[in-house]
């Protein structure tokens, strides 16, 4: 079982950065890379990934009308990973559904953490122990 994971961001080379590091986690694959709000939640739908990481400043606009768009009873769960780290943002990106809010500043290790215990959960909830396979 793999946890897939859906990557909103505009800068191309942090996106492809992330997207290495994310995919040297055993059990979580990057299944798409996308750069604006209208292709975040059509990648939604067309991947259907586990989980979202967010930036809030795209290129055509704000992660915040991304979280407003999905639906978080049934849509992936989002945690954002932006250079906005202000509580006032952190509030209102919880507020509209984000489970996560991390400060890319901090790097990238507190993601990758995360990510492995979503990870760790689904399988625990599944019945599957630590790096079993589906």
């Not at 049934?74 to 250079?83: K, L």
Request: proline share 4%; aromatic share 4%.
């Amino acid at each position: 079982m793999s946890l897939d994971i859906l990557l909103v961001e505009d800068a191309d080379v942090l996106s492809r950065r992330m997207a290495q590091a994310i995919d040297t986690l055993d059990g979580v694959r990057v299944v798409a890379c996308v750069a604006t709000q209208a292709e975040a939640v059509q990648a939604v739908a067309l991947s259907a990934p586990d989980v979202m990481v967010l930036d809030l400043s795209l290129a055509d606009g704000s992660g915040f009308r991304v979280l407003r768009q999905l639906d978080h009873r049934r849509d992936p769960r989002v945690v954002v990973f932006t250079n906005h780290p202000g509580e006032i943002l952190r509030r209102r990106a919880l507020e509209l559904g984000a489970e996560g809010f991390f400060d890319k500043s901090d790097g990238i290790e507190p993601l990758l953490d995360w990510l492995c215990s979503e990870r760790d959960r689904r399988r625990s909830a599944m019945g599957l122990g630590p790096g079993a396979e589906e």
